[in-house]
């Protein structure tokens, strides 16, 4: 992907989109990499706003896997699922589909994860199925990852299906985004998809999506939970349905 020229309201825009998708993470312990390639997919293309993404995504996902001490007992339970995800990556950054499609695939993406949510499924995995079940979701949620940027599908309704407690649950978000998040990297800079100034705008997005989060914390007590997730997913499909039309 060559260095496209980026004018100052592009970048004020992008500034923005991390301030709002840091308050839905900061709500919801997720969202950052989903609400933010949604936002930016309208105005730039998707490989651009998954390398924009990387920075943000992995400092934060960090801090969340090691919050909540159960890391070493988590790893050990999903690493097949951690594992395909990097499998999954690898193997779908060879595919490079054009822009168009991968567009597309980010919308469907979209409005899937928006209608799951919505429509509020609920499954219970069986351990038994658990072990065959987590390297499949891992390298798909990977191949995903590569062509959209947007590691939410599968691996989320998974480990939710796993009912974990609670912190687990995001202690286990945390761990599974910031391996996506890593191997997205290592991935788009194998393509040369990410050049100097994406990093330094991604570095520097980190910042109003730090001062998003610290939002979103705040707004947490005073927004009721489920209202929260429905406009979510509503928004989230909103956008699914614009980057297929247009």
């Not at 909103?238 to 039309?245: E, K, M, Q």
Request: charged share 10%; proline share 7%; hydrophobic share 60%.
């Amino acid at each position: 992907m060559g260095q496209r020229h980026r004018g100052l309201m592009e970048t004020l825009l992008i500034l923005c989109v991390f301030v709002v998708a840091g308050a839905v993470k900061g709500l919801s312990g997720l969202g950052l990499p989903t609400v933010g390639i949604a936002l930016m997919g309208v105005f730039v293309p998707p490989a651009e706003a998954a390398a924009l993404v990387v920075v943000p995504a992995f400092l934060t996902n960090v801090w969340q896997a090691l919050r909540g001490g159960a890391l070493i007992s988590l790893a050990r339970r999903l690493w097949p699922l951690l594992a395909g995800i990097v499998v999954g990556t690898v193997w779908g950054g060879q595919w490079r589909p054009d822009p168009h499609l991968a567009r597309l695939v980010l919308a469907e993406a979209l409005m899937l994860y928006a209608m799951l949510g919505l429509l509020e499924v609920t499954m219970v995995l069986p351990p038994r199925l658990e072990a065959w079940l987590a390297a499949p979701v891992g390298v798909l949620t990977g191949v995903l990852s590569a062509l959209t940027g947007v590691f939410v599908l599968p691996s989320v309704p998974f480990l939710q299906a796993l009912r974990l407690p609670p912190v687990q649950m995001v202690q286990a978000l945390g761990l599974c985004f910031t391996l996506s998040s890593a191997s997205l990297a290592v991935m788009l800079g194998s393509q040369g998809s990410m050049g100097l100034s994406h990093l330094i705008l991604s570095l520097a997005a980190t910042v109003p999506a730090l001062g998003g989060m610290v939002l979103g914390a705040w707004l947490r007590h005073r927004v009721p939970p489920l209202v929260f997730r429905r406009v979510l997913f509503v928004f989230l499909f909103a956008i699914g349905v614009h980057l297929l039309l247009t």
